[in-house]
């Protein structure tokens, strides 16, 4: 079992940066890859970001590909997103996730694919 805690979120004016931490349960937090996911109001959950399992790959969404960085610190059970020049449009609330073993990227981006999840948090964007 691994349990998961987002913090991080927040209301932000456009242009500016957050960044969102992920913390996870369990001795074996070097054998997950991580995933970051968004839901904003009316629309279906989709991919934001993802690292594998070692740190050594990373993954991002088009939309976020320059402006979003994701990482992790495995001494800490950590993920990290970090996110710049922040447009409204990423209102979202956002979601890490959690899956034993690498795979490749149609599994990646897959909300599916993935066994575990966090609560969420509320990151807020103003024009």
């Known amino acids: 079992q691994v349990q998961l805690v987002e913090s991080g979120g927040g209301l932000v004016q456009a242009g500016d940066s957050l960044s969102l931490s992920c913390a996870a349960s369990g001795r074996t937090f070097s054998i997950y890859r991580m995933g970051w996911f968004r839901q904003a109001p009316g629309k279906e959950r989709e991919f934001v970001a993802a690292?594998?399992?070692?740190?050594?790959?990373?993954y991002y969404a088009d939309s976020v590909k320059g402006r979003f960085t994701v990482s992790r610190v495995t001494a800490k059970n950590t993920v990290y997103l970090r996110l710049n020049n922040l447009k409204p449009e990423d209102t979202a609330v956002y979601y890490c996730?959690?899956?034993?073993?690498?795979?490749?990227?149609?599994?990646?981006?897959?909300?599916?694919?993935?066994?575990?999840w966090g609560q969420g948090t509320q990151v807020t964007v103003s024009s």
């Open positions: 996730a959690a899956v034993s073993g690498d795979t490749d990227y149609t599994r990646v981006v897959n909300q599916r694919s993935y066994d575990y």
């Open positions: 690292i594998s399992s070692s740190g050594s790959t990373l």
